[in-house]
C-alpha cells in the first residue's frame, strides 16, 4: 500500500462550476477524514466517515458541499458551485480502528483548488 | 473553540544552531501530536505525546508535553536544511473528527546551509 492518495493534485475552475475530488485511502483504514488548508492556517477540519457512515460534518461545510464514501473504501468531495473563497488546499487522510487520536492520521498529499 | 497558538510563526535559522517552537493553548487536551508539512504535500505525523510532563525523542528533535496538558514544545538541536518545514501541533480532544483534532498555524522554519 503506497498510503493516501488524492486525484487530482491541482484543479484550477471558473467561479460557478462544480468540481469533484477523490480520496482513496489505506486499505485497512476505516475512518476517512476531509480537511481544509488555506494559506497561512493549520488543516482545518470538514469532515468524518467511519466505513461508509458520515458520522460528523463540519459548520464550514456549507450546503454547497457534500462528501460521500459508498463503499466504505474511496471518498469523493464535491462542491457545487464553487466561490473564490473556497481556493484551498483539500487533503484527505485516514486512520486505523483506534482513530486518529493513537497512532495519527495518515494525509494525502492534497488537492489544490484554485477559483478563478 | 479550543484554539492552539504556535509561536513563532516564521523562524530562519542557519545550520548547526538549535532552536525551539511552541504550541500553547488555555485549554487541556487527551494528547497532543506534531506534525511537519512539506510544500505541496500533506502534513506527516512525527509525534503523538499523552501524559503530561511526558518527553519524547526522535534523533536530534525533543517533544514535550506539559504537566497541565495544554502546550508541548518541540526542540531541534543542531537543524540542517533538511528540517525545513511547516511544523504543525494538533491538540487531540475535540474539533471535530470522532478524535477531534484541532490544529494550530503552524510554524514555518526555514534552515540556510
Known amino acids: 500500500d503506497t498510503g493516501v492518495s488524492q486525484d487530482p493534485r491541482h484543479k484550477i475552475t471558473k467561479r460557478g462550476q462544480n468540481v469533484t475530488f477523490r480520496c482513496d485511502p489505506i486499505?485497512?483504514?476505516?475512518?476517512l477524514y476531509w480537511y481544509r488548508q488555506t494559506l497561512g492556517q493549520g488543516p482545518e477540519f470538514l469532515t468524518y466517515f467511519q466505513n461508509e457512515a458520515q458520522l460528523e460534518k463540519s459548520r464550514l461545510l456549507s450546503d454547497r458541499f457534500s462528501a460521500e464514501r459508498p463503499k466504505g473504501s474511496f471518498s469523493t468531495l464535491e462542491i457545487q458551485r464553487t466561490e473564490q473563497g473556497d481556493s484551498a488546499m483539500y487533503l484527505c487522510a485516514s486512520s486505523s480502528p483506534n482513530g486518529q487520536g493513537r497512532r495519527g492520521a495518515f494525509f494525502g498529499q492534497g488537492t489544490r483548488l484554485t477559483v478563478v | 473553540t479550543q484554539l492552539l497558538e504556535q509561536s513563532p510563526q516564521f523562524l530562519s535559522i542557519q545550520e548547526g544552531e538549535n532552536l525551539t517552537v511552541y504550541c500553547n493553548s488555555s485549554?487541556?487536551?487527551?494528547?497532543l501530536q506534531w506534525y511537519r508539512q512539506e510544500p505541496g504535500e500533506g502534513p506527516v505525523l512525527l509525534v503523538t505525546?499523552?501524559?503530561?510532563?511526558e518527553v519524547k525523542k526522535l534523533k536530534r528533535l525533543t517533544f514535550q508535553f506539559g504537566d497541565a496538558r495544554k502546550d508541548s514544545s518541540l526542540h531541534i538541536t543542531a537543524a540542517q536544511p533538511g528540517d525545513t518545514g511547516l511544523y504543525l501541533c494538533?491538540?487531540?480532544?475535540?474539533?471535530?473528527?470522532?478524535?477531534?483534532?484541532?490544529f494550530g498555524k503552524g510554524t514555518h522554519l526555514i534552515i540556510q546551509p
Open positions: 494538533a491538540g487531540v480532544g475535540s474539533g471535530g473528527g470522532a478524535d477531534g483534532l484541532t
Open positions: 485549554s487541556v487536551f487527551s494528547s
Open positions: 505525546v499523552v501524559t503530561g510532563g
Open positions: 486499505s485497512e483504514h476505516n475512518r
